[in-house]
Structures are given as structure tokens and as C-alpha cells.
């Protein structure tokens, strides 16, 4: 797969993309990146490339013929690529988008900065709008590497066990079962005896129900009316093997004020 990401600040991605997954997927083929820096077609000695709103009000919005440009720019390397913007205004990204986007050969990504872009922008070059959640960031650019991340261990070959994307939370519509590795007690905890009990098809029953309980625990907006399945309430009218220690509500962080 090809990414381009449209972007004032390339030096953002020089880190993020030297590490782990992304660094695997470039070193083997699987992923090519590079970025259009905005700046290059920028106005002026100072290569100027936002201005004040019209109608007034705070900050600065991106101007649509340096950004229209730039997009261009990457257009020509990536002429397949749809060009995605991304904006806390855009639909949210899911798993199930992240999924789609891998299928794509080429995706040209472009961050906005400031109080975002001029909308004739979005009109005349952009073909779909993603955020990362209800939250506004500074920049696109930390959002782009959120979707490249995602998407970049869902392509063949980059993750060393093809089952451990498979089996993650939202891949079926539910969370991860929680997991344990050594040592067996940890301050006073014991692992649920079951997972050392090498019996595979008590693993398995033990880690989907918890799945299922953790999910309706947590995020019960993934479990809506009809979701679950016999086998599902099967699991959850059978006791053994208890999930009911390893229940233990999402912590949340209180506000100090
Ligand atoms: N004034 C805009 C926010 C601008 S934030 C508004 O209220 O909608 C500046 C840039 O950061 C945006 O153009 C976008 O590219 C990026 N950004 C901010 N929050 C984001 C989010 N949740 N998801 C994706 N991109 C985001």
C-alpha cells in the first residue's frame, strides 16, 4: 500500500514511522509512505500558506489554493488514492474502516492545522473526511498516523501472527477477553486457573464469555437487541469456570477541580 500525507509538518511522521509495525511494514514492501510538505507551495518569501477567516472571529484557516496544490502534488504520485481530510467534523474511525481502507493500493491523507481549512477545499479535492474521535487535536497529523498505524497492521504479512488482528477488540463486534502472561501470581493475584489448564476448549469458552461480559459491562452500545447469538447466552447461563473477578469496571479518571 501507498500513503501520502499532505502535510506542514513531515518531521512529525520521522519517529512514529521508524518504530515497530510501520517500520516493519516499510522494511518489507508491504507499506510505501511519504509526505507533500504544504509549505513548498507556499505565497510569498515567507511561503504563507493560511489566512484570517472571512466574517472574522479567532485564528487562521488554510488556504485552498496552497492546499489544492499540494493535493495535486500527491495526486500525481498516488492517482488512484482517494483523498481523505482529516477533521473532527468526519465520520469516526472505526475497525471496520480501518479494514476498508487496508483494501486500498493508495491513500493520500491530508492534516489540517490552525482552525482547519477553507471549505472550498474540502468541495473541489476531498473525497472523505475522518476523525479519530470527539476530541479536537492541534493537527491532522497525529490523527493521520492513528489511521496509518491502524491500517498498517491489517496488511498481509506485516503482523507475525496473522491470527492476533483477527482476534482483537471491535474485530467481531465485541472487546478483547482480558490477558495474562507470566509470572502465575503477580502481588497476590493468581491467573484464572483455567488458562493454565491446558484444556483449549475451556480456554476458548472462558475467554469468549469473558469477551461477552466485558462487553456488555463496558460498551453495551456494541451489544444492541438480537446482537448476540444461542451460543453467546449459552456461555453466559453456564457457571463454570468463573469470569467474575477479571469484571472489574473501566477506571476512569476523576477531575481534580
Ligand atoms: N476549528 C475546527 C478544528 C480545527 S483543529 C473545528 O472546530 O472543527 C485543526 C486540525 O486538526 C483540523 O483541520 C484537523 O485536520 C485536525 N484535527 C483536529 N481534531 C481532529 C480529530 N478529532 N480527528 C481528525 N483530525 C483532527
Not at 501472527?161 to 503477580?186: C, G, I, K
Not at 489448564?197 to 451489544?223: F, V
Amino acid at each position: 500500500m501507498k500513503v501520502c500525507v499532505v502535510t506542514l509538518f513531515p518531521e512529525f511522521f520521522d519517529g512514529p514511522m521508524q518504530v515497530s509495525i510501520p517500520a516493519r511494514a516499510i522494511e518489507r514492501g508491504e507499506l510505501r509512505f511519504d509526505t507533500v510538505q504544504i509549505r513548498d507551495f507556499g505565497k510569498g518569501v515567507h511561503r504563507s500558506v493560511d489566512d484570517t477567516p472571512y466574517g472574522g472571529g479567532a485564528g487562521m484557516v488554510m488556504r485552498a489554493v496552497e492546499l489544492g496544490r499540494a493535493t495535486a502534488a500527491a495526486k500525481e504520485r498516488l492517482p488512484n488514492a482517494p483523498v481523505v481530510l482529516m477533521s473532527p467534523q468526519g465520520a469516526r474511525l472505526t475497525q471496520g474502516l480501518a479494514a476498508q481502507l487496508a483494501e486500498l493500493d493508495e491513500l493520500i491523507l491530508v492534516c489540517g492545522r490552525y482552525e482547519g481549512v477553507d471549505e472550498r477545499f474540502v468541495e473541489r479535492h476531498v473525497d472523505a473526511e475522518l476523525s479519530i474521535g470527539d476530541v479536537v487535536l492541534s493537527g491532522g497529523e497525529a490523527a493521520a498516523f492513528c489511521v496509518i498505524d491502524a491500517v498498517t497492521r491489517l496488511l498481509p504479512g506485516v503482523l507475525g501472527n496473522a491470527d492476533s488482528a483477527r482476534e482483537e477488540s471491535f474485530v467481531t463486534p465485541r472487546l478483547e477477553h482480558p490477558q495474562f502472561t507470566r509470572p502465575p501470581v503477580y502481588d497476590g493475584l493468581s491467573v484464572p486457573p483455567v488458562l493454565v489448564s491446558g484444556d483449549h476448549a475451556r480456554i476458548d469458552r472462558w475467554r469468549r464469555k469473558a469477551a461477552l461480559l466485558r462487553t456488555l459491562q463496558r460498551r453495551p452500545d456494541l451489544l444492541p437487541e438480537g446482537a448476540m447469538s444461542d451460543d453467546d447466552l449459552d456461555l453466559l447461563a453456564d457457571d463454570r469456570d468463573p469470569v467474575d473477578g477479571w469484571l472489574q469496571k473501566p477506571r476512569k479518571l476523576e477531575s481534580s477541580s
